[in-house]
């Protein structure tokens, strides 16, 4: 065999070498590098999301509590209070606090007040199972039995994905008994949606 030849064949072996060790350095290290660092990624954004959910639940169970911890609420329930309704739940309370439902339940589950309205608090609507699924006496969101429980969650319902955050109905100092308890929710609409994506940086898209 001439000198030329064994060149040439020591240079495709010498390639097909490096060829193979590249295509193993792919398969066996940047390949699962880029892998893992998708599913890290990932798991950030999920981890982002969620908590941006158990912030927006928290909130409005803060805001449940403003109503709850209120000794007029408990007069209210007592059939004591007939302006309670039109003077702290107006169009204008849904609209600036930024929920779509409030519900007002005494621990027989019987709703003393109980409204779904649109993102401007103009409209009322209805939706099938709202209020009264979720106001049960034996619901999560209306049984109480301590005065410092508190309940969230998301629900779906007809009208679409909801998040909720309730509060038992106490005296002013949040001590004694438990009369009832005061739910607000907000759906999981475009605007939330998109709302969420730009908090979280993450491009959001809720399959149910």
């Not at 792919?26 to 893992?36: K, S």
């Not at 209070?81 to 019987?110: Q, S, W």
């Not at 319902?157 to 009369?179: E, K, N, R």
Request: charge should be negative; hydrophobic fraction near 45%; proline fraction near 5%.
């Amino acid at each position: 065999m001439s000198l030329r030849w064994k060149a040439v064949i020591f240079v495709c072996g010498v390639s097909l070498a490096f060829a193979t060790m590249a295509f193993v350095a792919q398969r066996l290290i940047i390949r699962p590098g880029f892998l893992l660092a998708e599913r890290s990624e990932a798991r950030d954004d999920v981890t982002r999301c969620v908590e941006a959910l158990r912030r927006e639940c928290a909130h409005l169970t803060a805001i449940a509590s403003d109503y709850a911890v209120w000794d007029r609420s408990i007069v209210f329930l007592r059939g004591e209070d007939p302006n309670y309704p039109a003077e702290n739940f107006l169009p204008e309370t849904f609209r600036n606090l930024r929920v779509n439902l409030i519900v007002v339940v005494a621990l027989d589950g019987r709703v003393h007040f109980g409204e779904l309205r649109d993102n401007n608090g103009e409209e009322t609507f209805q939706a099938e199972g709202l209020p009264d699924e979720i106001s049960r006496a034996d619901h999560p969101f209306a049984l109480f039995n301590d005065p410092r429980d508190r309940a969230s969650g998301l629900i779906v319902t007809p009208a679409g994905p909801m998040l909720v955050g309730a509060c038992p109905i106490t005296a002013s100092d949040g001590q004694g008994a438990v009369f009832g308890s005061v739910i607000m929710g907000r759906l999981l609409d475009d605007v939330a949606i998109a709302e969420l994506s730009e908090q979280t940086r993450v491009d959001v898209k809720l399959v149910l």
